[in-house]
């Protein structure tokens, strides 16, 4: 931590990454503040200690009924794109390591009730590949990729020199995450969605709108790149995105491709709706009153959607995430309830 005009700031290699804090709107005192005062003022010792500290993260888990969680980074980036960006590769592949060997010791603390995701040296297939199979050795359940290696120097996603890395990760069994803002492009957007005259919350709120619909364009790449035909087991979860745009992007793609990308759709095994049953993930925490909601997950696929809390960020359920969609539940089949808050996440993470 260093000052950087005035303001306590995580500094790596000699870049400001952001504030001092855990990127969260719970205080110490477990009361939700407005995201402008939480996420621009306050520092580390004034954000709720379950944002950074596992033990009272489990205390939390605890009290809201959540028997296991998986998480991810916040100031780093969402994907790590802030290690991946440094200009220093061996530091950088050095202290992706070392984040990683921490995260594996909080899993193995917790008793396998935290699954902090694992990062990946995005800028080099290879160096992906050796770090998956090394993370898997150590117990990791997934891993958390940056949607676009591209911007560190890396082939995108859907070129084939990524191979490798989907058949590790499959033979593995390490789901692939993209998080909502996992690149230095997603969030270069992010800051470009809202018109400058709203207010800072409000601002806000539109961002947070829209970089779900963000994760829209990484569902479609990897769908369209034809890496689940290539490698039918890989599973890709798509990360605080929510699902209730899933069935229009899905519908939509299948009209475009088939209109404007015949020749490109003739390459595939089955349209491009269908992957999403057999490879991919969402999540749900917010969305649908109790008369729509068993529409969407019909759409979607109750074997595709877990459950989410996103504690500590400024959309989350706490503190009590269950209550919160219990109602909006309620309309649904046990079955279905069963498998969206616990049972598809048991299955896919090996609880």
Same mark, same amino acid.
């Given at each position: 931590?260093?000052?950087?005009d005035?303001?306590?700031m995580?500094?790596f290699?000699g870049?400001?990454?952001?504030?001092f804090?855990a990127?969260g709107v719970v205080g110490r005192?477990?009361a939700?503040?407005?995201?402008d005062?939480?996420?621009h003022h306050w520092?580390?010792e004034?954000i709720?200690?379950g944002?950074?500290?596992?033990k009272v993260r489990?205390q939390v888990?605890?009290e809201?009924?959540i028997?296991a969680q998986?998480?991810?980074p916040s100031t780093?980036g969402?994907?790590?794109?802030?290690f991946?960006?440094a200009?220093d590769?061996?530091?950088?592949?050095?202290t992706i390591e070392?984040?990683?060997?921490?995260?594996?010791?909080?899993?193995e603390?917790?008793g396998?009730?935290?699954?902090p995701l694992p990062l990946?040296?995005?800028?080099?297939?290879?160096?992906? #590949?050796?770090?998956?199979?090394? #993370?898997?050795?150590?117990?990791?359940r997934?891993?958390n990729?940056?949607?676009?290696?591209?911007d560190?120097g890396a082939p995108?996603?859907a070129?084939?020199a990524?191979?490798?890395?989907?058949e590790a990760?499959?033979e593995?069994?390490?789901? #692939?995450h993209?998080?909502?803002?996992?690149?230095?492009?997603?969030?270069?957007?992010?800051g470009?969605?809202?018109w400058?005259?709203h207010?800072a919350d409000?601002?806000?709120?539109l961002g947070?709108t829209l970089?779900?619909?963000g994760?829209a364009?990484v569902?479609?790449?990897v769908?369209?790149?034809?890496m689940?035909d290539?490698?039918?087991?890989?599973k890709i #979860?798509?990360?605080?995105?929510g699902?209730?745009?899933?069935p229009?992007?899905l519908?939509?793609?299948?009209?475009e491709?088939t209109?404007?990308?015949?020749g490109d759709?003739a390459k595939?095994?089955k349209p491009p709706?269908e992957?999403?049953?057999s490879?991919?993930?969402?999540?749900?925490w917010?969305?649908?009153?109790?008369?729509?909601?068993?529409a969407?997950?019909?759409a979607?696929?109750?074997?595709s959607?877990?459950?989410e809390t996103?504690f500590?960020?400024?959309?989350?359920?706490?503190?009590n995430?269950?209550a919160?969609?219990?109602?909006k539940?309620?309309?649904?089949?046990?079955r279905a309830?069963t498998?969206?808050?616990?049972?598809n996440?048991?299955a896919?993470y090996?609880?």
């Open positions: 931590m260093e000052e950087v005035g303001q306590k995580w500094v290699d870049h400001p990454m952001g504030r804090s990127g005192d477990g939700k503040a407005s995201a005062l939480a996420l520092d580390h004034e709720h200690r944002a950074w500290d596992p489990l888990m605890d809201s009924g028997d998986v998480v991810f780093i969402l994907g790590g794109q802030g991946n960006a200009s590769r061996d530091l950088a592949r050095r070392l984040y990683n060997d921490r995260q594996a010791q909080i899993q603390e917790s396998n009730r935290l699954l990946m040296p995005a800028w080099d297939v290879g160096a992906c #590949v050796a770090e998956a199979r090394r #993370v898997g050795a150590l117990g990791a997934g891993i990729m940056t949607s676009d290696p591209q560190l995108d996603l070129d084939r990524w191979d490798p890395f989907w990760c499959t593995l069994r390490l789901p #692939v993209f998080h909502i803002g996992a690149s230095v492009t997603s969030m270069t957007f992010y470009k969605y809202s400058p005259s207010p409000t601002r806000l709120a947070g970089l779900f619909i994760n364009r569902v479609a790449n769908i369209v790149s034809g689940f290539r490698h039918p087991d890989l #979860v798509s990360v605080e995105s699902c209730g745009w899933v229009f992007i519908e939509a793609l299948d009209y491709m209109e404007n990308a015949p759709l595939l095994k709706s992957y999403f049953r490879n991919l993930y969402a999540t749900y917010f969305e649908s009153n109790r008369n729509r909601l068993p969407l997950i019909e979607v696929g109750e074997d959607i877990m459950f996103d500590p960020h400024p959309t989350c359920l706490y503190p995430p269950l919160a969609v219990e109602e539940m309620a309309g649904l089949s046990e309830r498998k969206i808050l616990g049972e996440a048991r896919l090996r609880l």
